[in-house]
T-cell receptor, first 116, second 113 residues
Framework: EAGVTQFPSHSVIEKGQTVTLRCDPI?????LYWYRRVMGKEIKFLLH????????ESGMPNNRFLAERTGGTYSTLKVQPAELEDSGVYFC??????????????FGEGSWLTVV | GNSVTQMEGPVTLSEEAFLTINCTYT??????LFWYVQYPGEGLQLLLK?????DKGSNKGFEATYRKETTSFHLEKGSVQVSDSAVYFC????????????FGTGTRLLVSP
């Protein structure tokens, strides 16, 4: 069974450009999460989809970030325009149920974004 | 609010040494606690978890006990290997309100032969 896959694995863009990150969750997982780790800091929650609906987007840093999950399958996270402080690793995760005691959340390998 | 505090790294050990990585948390209610690991070039993997007080999670020789009285979930291993070199993240799942994983800053472990 394929795990959570993310694309691209690495991206280097100039300040002011646009980048779109994609996440394919594990098939059948309704819950999809985006997290971000800025260098040396904690992994921070960005948002949570249940199917195609945004359940919680309290962690989105500002309106330069736009996440979508059309059709409730894969998700995209667009940063437009990118700023230097957006550099970091963006993790996507999915789970079958909400990650309660028995439901494991599976993470992808992350998309490493560098803004120069 | 909910938060997790981990000891800063890097932690540098020789092979077969004893490992402790401290983790304390602040949460409302009764969270579930986790340790995730990220090996070089790989994604985050669940290492172990504990869902209630006094539970002990264990996997691959690693252990952590959910201590409600000290709000801690310290990670331990009796004898580390070079292959354990990775970044370790302590996390909690708050079972109230909006439910999501809250992570600590991560602790890098470097094990030398």
């Amino acid at each position: 069974e394929a795990g959570v896959t993310q694309f691209p694995s690495h991206s280097v863009i100039e300040k002011g450009q646009t980048v779109t990150l994609r996440c394919d969750p594990i098939s059948g997982h309704d819950n999809l999460y985006w997290y971000r780790r800025v260098m040396g800091k904690e992994i921070k929650f960005l948002l949570h989809f249940v199917k195609e609906s945004k359940q919680d987007e309290s962690g989105m840093p500002n309106n330069r970030f736009l996440a979508e999950r059309t059709g409730g399958t894969y998700s995209t996270l667009k940063v437009q325009p990118a700023e230097l402080e957006d550099s970091g690793v963006y993790f996507c995760a999915s789970s079958q149920g909400v990650g309660r005691k028995g439901n494991t959340i599976y993470f992808g390998e992350g998309s490493w974004l560098t803004v120069v | 609010g909910n938060s997790v505090t981990q000891m800063e790294g890097p932690v540098t050990l020789s092979e077969e040494a004893f490992l402790t990585i401290n983790c304390t948390y602040t949460a409302t209610g009764y969270p579930s606690l986790f340790w995730y690991v990220q090996y070089p070039g790989e994604g985050l993997q669940l290492l172990l978890k504990a869902t209630k007080a006094d539970d002990k999670g264990s996997n691959k020789g690693f252990e952590a006990t959910y201590r409600k009285e000290t709000t801690s979930f310290h990670l331990e291993k009796g004898s580390v290997q070079v292959s354990d070199s990775a970044v370790y993240f302590c996390a909690l799942w708050a079972n109230t309100g909006f439910q999501k994983l809250v992570f600590g800053t991560g602790t890098r472990l470097l094990v030398s032969p």
